[in-house]
């Protein structure tokens, strides 16, 4: 698992589940972001189909830290389009359309992603259309990795 940021960790739950533990907030600094999280990440929001944001399970609080626990989504979107992934335009446009879906939603709520970048991005998994050969009947879930 390839985590270029040192605030985030991956861990597995007593029940099995792969999620991804991640520093939100140490004191002051990140209380915007949580707000921001709480908004779109948990809830009845978190269900919308429009909203890419990765779901936000459960907030830990530890001394002035806040830790926000995310289920593990896969793989950067920034693979998608690797060779060894074997993608089809199609599948390719797929996730790029969900990202400017999940960007149009967060700034209809007026929320500004202004990093937003291929690093930004999270695919539950690559359908590899080119390697089968045919069209995929679920398509992957592109998610937005909010950051502060």
Not at 137 to 148: A, D, K, M, N, Y
Request: net charge negative; with cysteine.
């Amino acid at each position: 698992m390839n985590h270029p940021n040192a605030l985030n960790h991956a861990a597995t739950t007593s029940e099995g589940h792969n999620i991804v533990v991640r520093v939100v907030q140490i004191g002051k600094e990140g209380e915007n972001h949580l707000r921001v999280l709480r908004r779109t990440a948990c809830g009845p929001s978190s269900l919308l189909t429009n909203n890419h944001a990765v779901p936000l399970w459960r907030e830990v609080h530890f001394e002035d830290i806040v830790f926000g626990v995310f289920p593990f989504v896969g793989a950067r979107l920034s693979d998608c389009y690797m060779p060894y992934n074997k993608n089809s335009v199609g599948d390719i446009l797929d996730m790029l359309l969900q990202c400017l879906d999940a960007l149009a939603y967060a700034h209809s709520l007026g929320i500004m992603h202004c990093d937003a970048d291929k690093e930004n991005f999270l695919v539950q998994w690559h359908p590899e259309s080119l390697a089968t050969m045919t069209v995929p009947i679920v398509r992957p879930r592109v998610h937005l990795t909010i950051s502060s």
